[in-house]
């Protein structure tokens, strides 16, 4: 059986590669910051690489004997004073370079869904660079990009809690989020599978409202619905983005973003948001 080196196999999606990897049968050796992680987390047999993948130095021979890397690294919220750019693009270039050094047949990056056409988006600037860099390098790769997984679809119960939930437009925008099991699968199904890029989405098409609706049946409350117009969106993105850190701003840019458009993928998977919410909204 091939060995795996998943990098980030702590984060949210990592953990499930991490499970579905183990379940297949897989040798995996993951590369996380802080190995206490994955022993916490009832891994402890596991060979793990523990550094830093921003600095090339600390993950030098990370890819000695193994077959394939997936890659999941990249930051969502901006911390410890590094950029998307230090993260999305730099590490994953520092991680390419050491697989090619080692001989590595496959790399597995998860970017996201319309990411290449969002370039004006920093995280998606990032990501996309990266993804310009694997293509170019030579190395059999795969390029997964989920469109939203249902932990993001978790401030639809806050704002449900709160009583009141705001949607861009009229609410008619479109998305199918995927659970991140669901995704794991996919992306452990490329190891072995054909395509160089798979746009991926959950089994159910959902306009804003109906996740709106689904939240609030969820915490038990009636539906208040607030709809923010285009013009308003636009003047926040412009005023934070002019007063306001990177660190700050662009974590809003991408969401205020891709939650003003249609984010449909092709469908996999069967576990749905109605259950998500569910188990969310529990007291």
Partial sequence: MERILLAGATGYLGQFILDELLRRGYQVKPLVRDAAKIRAAGYGDLECCEAEITDPGSIAGCCDRVDVVISTVGITRQKDGLSYMDVDFQANVNLLEEAQRAGVRKFIYVSALKAD?????????????FVGKLKQSGVDFCVIRPNGFFSDMAEFIAMARRGRVYLFGTG???????????????????????????????????????????????????????YIPEWLRKSILGSLQLLTRQSFYGPIQFF?????????????GSRTLEEFFADLGKP
Avoid at 177 to 183: N, T
Avoid at 199 to 221: D, M, Q, T, Y
Avoid at 256 to 268: E, G, H, I, Q, S
């Fill in 117 to 129: 056409t969002l370039t004006q988006v920093a995280i998606c600037r990032a990501k996309e660079l």
């Fill in 172 to 226: 008619n925008f479109r998305s199918n989020p995927i659970h991140g099991a669901d995704l794991a699968a996919v992306c452990v199904d490329a190891v072995n599978a054909p395509g160089q890029e798979i746009e991926v989405g959950g089994p159910e098409i959902l306009s804003h409202e109906e996740i709106a609706r689904l939240a609030f049946a969820s915490v038990g409350k009636p539906p208040r619905i607030s």
């Fill in 256 to 268: 205020l973003t891709v939650m003003a458009m249609d984010m449909v993928a092709p469908a996999y």
